[in-house]
């Protein structure tokens, strides 16, 4: 009778014991760039500035994005896939019941571009191009466009009313993309 109740209690102090041994899975992200100090966001929330770690729950795509004076800003949609001690089913194994915690630890390195400085005589350029193009029949239709008188302040944007329909004059005409058929 006593081996037993020994053996009862040298079990229930195993369970007790193993039960208060479970571990459980610690998610990190290390995020670098190229050059570091680029601030990140995961998300749309701010973590720091690079090199910096984060934890994290869950996995999936998360949008991670870098900015940094003087380089483009970098957004990426990077896939955290989950291992395979995190699938449907064997989770609640590697969490609860494995008597050791387990560390996963992801990277992810990332260069940046410098920042493209377009010089003020090309960007002067470019916006007189618009201008000519916007003021000219055959370019953009805003020459076409009128627009209400402002009345009392400003609480919703000037209504667009459309204007005559635009003049056509053959020569004017851009050659067709696409030749027709011949038959």
Not at 15 to 33: E, F, K, W, Y
Not at 107 to 125: A, C, E, R, S
Not at 174 to 182: C, I, R
Request: aromatic residues 8%.
């Amino acid at each position: 009778m006593r081996s037993y109740q020994a053996k009862k209690l040298t079990i229930h102090l195993l369970i007790i014991l193993s039960a208060s041994q479970v571990g459980c899975v610690t998610r990190r992200l290390t995020i670098r760039s190229n050059p570091p100090g680029a601030l990140v966001y995961i998300d749309n929330y701010e973590i720091g500035t690079t090199p910096c770690s984060t934890s994290y729950t869950y996995y999936g795509t998360r949008q991670i994005r870098l900015v940094k004076d003087g380089y483009e800003t970098l957004t990426v949609n990077q896939p955290i896939p989950a291992p395979w001690y995190e699938w449907p089913g064997i989770d609640f194994v590697s969490e609860n019941l494995v008597p050791r915690d387990i560390r996963d630890d992801r990277g992810l390195t990332f260069n940046m571009q410098p920042q493209m400085v377009v010089p003020n005589d090309i960007l002067l350029t470019r916006a007189e191009e618009l201008r000519r193009d916007a003021k000219s029949p055959s370019g953009v239709a805003a020459a076409n466009v009128t627009t209400a008188p402002i009345r009392g302040p400003l609480l919703f944007p000037p209504t667009v009313m459309p204007g005559p329909p635009p003049v056509v004059v053959p020569e004017a005409l851009p050659p067709p993309l696409f030749s027709p058929p011949v038959r």
